[in-house]
T-cell receptor, first 113, second 113 residues
Framework: DADVTQTPRNRITKTGKRIMLECSQT?????MYWYRQDPGLGLRLIYY???????NKGEISDGYSVSRQAQAKFSLSLESAIPNQTALYFC????????????FGPGTRLLVL | SQQGEEDPQALSIQEGENATMNCSYK?????LQWYRQNSGRGLVHLIL?????REKHSGRLRVTLDTSKKSSSLLITASRAADTASYFC?????????????FGKGTLLTVNP
C-alpha cells in the first residue's frame, strides 16, 4: 500500500551497529505499529503507538526502541544489532476511519551479520 | 501469546478449485480479520467479520465465524494462480483493545495453473 512507506527496503548490517528503520504514512491515521516476521513464527508486535505521546511495548520489545516524530512518522531503532534480529520488519497503521483494520507497508528485509 | 492459529499450514490446489482455510482462537473476541500476504510483501486486509455475524461474503471470498467453537473459516472459490499467497487470521489482543491485533502463523496457499 503506497500510503504506508518504509525505508530502507533492504539493509545489511553488522553485529553491534545501530540502525534505524523508518515508516511514513499519508493515511492520516493516529495508530502505528511495528512488527517483525520470522519464518514459521508469523507476525509479532514490537511496539505500537496510539498517538504522538502514547508509545507502548509489544510482545518482543527487548533490543528495540521507537520514536514517533509526528503523526505520520514512526521509526524503529536497533541500538546494537544482533544476528537473531535478522527478519522482515513491517510498519502498519490504523485509524478512526478504518476502525480495526490495519494497513501495512511493504516491509524492510534486515540481515544482521 | 498466540491467539489465532491457522490450519492447514500449507495447502496446494489446482486452479478453479475451492480453497478452505481455518482459524481457531482462544479467548472471546468481538471481531476477526483475514489478511493476505504475497511472498515477502506487506499484508493486505481482506475481510472483517464481527462476533454477531455468522457469515460474510466479499467477491470470491466467504468467511464464517462460529463463536461457540472459537473458529473461523476462509473459503476462496474458483481459485486462480494469483491467489497464491499466505493467509493470516487476526484477532484483537486478549487485553481487550480492538486496535492491537494478534496474527496467526498463516496458511500458505499454492494455486497451480
Amino acid at each position: 500500500d503506497a500510503d504506508v512507506t518504509q525505508t530502507p527496503r533492504n539493509r545489511i548490517t553488522k553485529t553491534g551497529k545501530r540502525i534505524m528503520l523508518e515508516c511514513s504514512q499519508t493515511k492520516g491515521h493516529d495508530r502505528m505499529y511495528w512488527y517483525r516476521q520470522d519464518p514459521g513464527l508469523g507476525l509479532r508486535l514490537i511496539y505500537y503507538s496510539f498517538d504522538v505521546k502514547d508509545i507502548n511495548k509489544g510482545e518482543i520489545s527487548d533490543g528495540y526502541s521507537v520514536s514517533r516524530q509526528a503523526q505520520a512518522k514512526f521509526s524503529l531503532s536497533l541500538e546494537s544489532a544482533i544476528p537473531n534480529q535478522t527478519a522482515l520488519y513491517f510498519c502498519a497503521t490504523s485509524g478512526s476511519g478504518s476502525g480495526e483494520t490495519q494497513y501495512f507497508g511493504p516491509g524492510t528485509r534486515l540481515l544482521v551479520l | 501469546s498466540q491467539q489465532g492459529e491457522e490450519d492447514p499450514q500449507a495447502l496446494s490446489i489446482q486452479e478453479g478449485e475451492n480453497a478452505t482455510m481455518n482459524c481457531s482462537y482462544k479467548t472471546s473476541i468481538n471481531n476477526l480479520q483475514w489478511y493476505r500476504q504475497n511472498s515477502g510483501r506487506g499484508l493486505v486486509h481482506l475481510i472483517l467479520i464481527r462476533s454477531n455475524e455468522r457469515e460474510k461474503h466479499s467477491g470470491r471470498l466467504r468467511v464464517t465465524l462460529d463463536t461457540s467453537k472459537k473458529s473461523s473459516s476462509l473459503l476462496i472459490t474458483a481459485s486462480r494462480a494469483a491467489d497464491t499467497a499466505s493467509y493470516f487470521c487476526a484477532t484483537p489482543n486478549s487485553g481487550g483493545s480492538n486496535y492491537k491485533l494478534t496474527f496467526g502463523k498463516g496458511t500458505l496457499l499454492t494455486v497451480n495453473p
